[in-house]
């Protein structure tokens, strides 16, 4: 990857967007029609050269929405012309509902100035590569400084679940991202994933010197994959760099519809969230990405890159599973059906909070706490699964904010120094924050004074699914966990409006007594119901006790 800064254009002078090339050139659909092609620093225009007033036959596209141009010969030799086609995908309203969405737009030329067949292509390739050049120079910048970019030109390992989703993710390569990734002039090998873990395997395996980029055409359990893959190679602090790149092809795609928040464009769905991905995909640029280490009871540590979850949405992910030829709205099935046999799910939760967090009276933040003399560990023993348990409540914390309050222990600080036996031996980085699951944990965490809740979700990315913005303060690699967790005593009906409005992310102003969100760098849980689901990004996990640290910026991933 290569990090550069912006460096100004000569065609581009105190703000005025000067002309850098301009000819006449005929459509290459009709050589009746001539038009007029400008091109400056910011803008491609094509004007059709009739006798109609000017704007009515004038079109003017953005190079930031450009994915590509090239040059080339016709099939036909006894042709001495030669075309160059510009690739773009601008914001453009839908034809059978509000709202816009990137849609394609192929601008194409034939040039044919001179009989000399060779001196046209060198025409043609000279204004393809002022469209590339100026195209890239028009990436979004960040505090001056462009992201890091995939290497050009670059070699992708495109991932493709054939089963994902609604069994179409091969046919969405096929009918659109096969051509987006050629109009950009990006090579890639198709693998076709056979079956569960094939995805880890490869990414595990893999000589990664061969590849610039690994991208994941599915939901996000093949990513998953990908990841932990990436992470238990020995060589994992260069692999964990290795961009990655998502495009939606399952049911869930909360990553993707992440990405596409991020990039600021309006909410879509479906084939529209795709084509979006498949634009920020080809334009190459590559932002840091938050990963969280996850413990188990007995298995290895995994990696998570979206979320963590016990009860009700775990519940709801697990369930709707045989809905799953229905696609995304398979998650929406599956919440009526749970919502119609609410369950409650006992056991202990604590975290340690965020900086920003800590402080009493802190930014975003109303913290009262109120100390008393009980004990200070979460579980000492540590607390299993069962009916009963030993752990003891500790001092009250109670934390507000616009929209919830919750009652919870702030522990007294400890001089101890969280172990790191339990991730010496493992690959990727360690986790300082983390004691093992069956010590007590340091003295400054929180510890949550309820048993009883409907669910707990701890979020690193905005949005759960494609219609579900979670965690709408989240950034790509903030450092933060988003814990939300819901307590026992909520209604269907109060259940079901803040998943109807978490659609639009309004769910934390909906003053919902219940619920409850903070901030934080790590979390523990402890179910004490005997069965139960817990689920990382989406795959079930062993159940039991398990704890999470975040990592900042641990990965990296193509983001536009």
Not at 460 to 468: F, I, K, P
Request: proline fraction near 6%.
């Amino acid at each position: 990857m290569d990090q550069r800064r912006a460096e100004p254009d000569p065609s581009y002078h105190n703000g005025i967007n000067q002309l850098a090339l301009y000819g006449e050139f005929t459509a290459t659909g009709n050589r009746k029609v001539r038009c007029a092609v400008s091109l400056t620093e910011r803008d491609l225009t094509v004007q059709r050269i009739t006798s109609a007033p000017a704007g009515r036959n004038k079109v003017v596209f953005n190079l930031r929405d450009c994915v590509g141009c090239r040059a080339y010969r016709g099939d036909d030799n006894a042709d001495p012309a030669a075309y160059f086609a510009a690739y773009f995908y601008p914001f453009k309203k839908r034809w059978m509902s509000s709202g816009v969405s990137r849609q394609r737009a192929e601008q194409c030329f034939r040039v044919a100035t001179l009989q000399d067949p060779r001196a046209n292509l060198e025409e043609a390739e000279k204004w393809a590569r002022a469209v590339r050049e100026r195209s890239a120079r028009q990436q979004h910048l960040r505090d001056g400084v462009l992201f890091s970019e995939v290497r050009r030109p670059c070699r992708v390992m495109l991932l493709v679940n054939p089963q994902s989703g609604k069994g179409q993710a091969l046919a969405l390569y096929n009918n659109h991202i096969q051509r987006m990734l050629n109009e950009a002039g990006v090579p890639h090998t198709l693998v076709i994933t056979e079956r569960q873990n094939h995805a880890r395997e490869l990414a595990r395996e893999a000589d990664l010197s061969q590849w610039d980029a690994l991208v994941i055409m599915s939901g996000d359990g093949l990513l998953f994959e990908v990841i932990n893959g990436l992470l238990e190679r020995s060589d994992w602090e260069e692999a964990i760099h290795t961009p990655l790149g998502i495009l939606p092809g399952g049911s869930g795609n909360a990553l993707a519809a992440s990405i596409h928040h991020y990039s600021g464009a309006m909410p879509v769905s479906s084939e529209e969230l795709l084509v979006s991905c498949g634009f920020l995909l080809c334009k190459g640029l590559v932002s840091r990405m938050d990963l969280a280490s996850v413990h188990l009871p007995s298995s290895p540590r995994l990696f998570s890159f979206l979320s963590l979850a016990w009860g009700f949405v775990a519940d709801v992910d697990v369930e709707s599973e045989k809905y799953r030829h229905v696609g995304a709205a398979r998650f929406t099935v599956g919440t009526l059906v749970r919502l119609a046999s609410l369950r409650v799910y006992k056991g202990k939760l604590a975290y340690l909070p965020a900086a920003d967090e800590e402080e009493e009276g802190g930014p975003g933040s109303d913290v009262t706490l109120h100390r008393d003399d009980r004990s200070s560990s979460f579980c000492n023993p540590p607390c299993r699964p069962s009916g009963d348990s030993p752990c003891q409540n500790g001092a009250q914390h109670t934390f507000h904010n616009s929209c919830h309050s919750n009652n919870s222990l702030k522990v007294r600080r400890a001089e101890s120094t969280p172990s790191r036996s339990a991730t010496k031996a493992l690959a990727g980085p360690p986790d300082a924050l983390l004691p093992p699951l069956d010590r007590p944990l340091p003295g400054d965490w929180v510890v949550v004074q309820e048993e009883d809740f409907v669910l707990m979700l701890a979020m690193y990315q905005s949005h759960l699914a494609e219609d579900l913005l979670a965690a709408p303060g989240a950034t790509l690699d903030d450092g933060v966990i988003h814990l939300f967790y819901v307590r026992a005593g909520i209604s269907r009906a109060a259940l079901l409006r803040l998943f109807l409005a978490m659609e639009k992310g309004a769910h934390l102003a909906t003053n919902c007594q219940h619920l409850v969100y903070a901030r934080v760098r790590a979390l523990r849980l402890e179910p004490h119901s005997p069965k139960g689901v817990i689920t990382v990004d989406g795959e079930v996990v062993e159940y039991g006790p398990v704890q999470a640290q975040v990592h900042r910026g641990l990965a990296r991933l193509i983001t536009g």
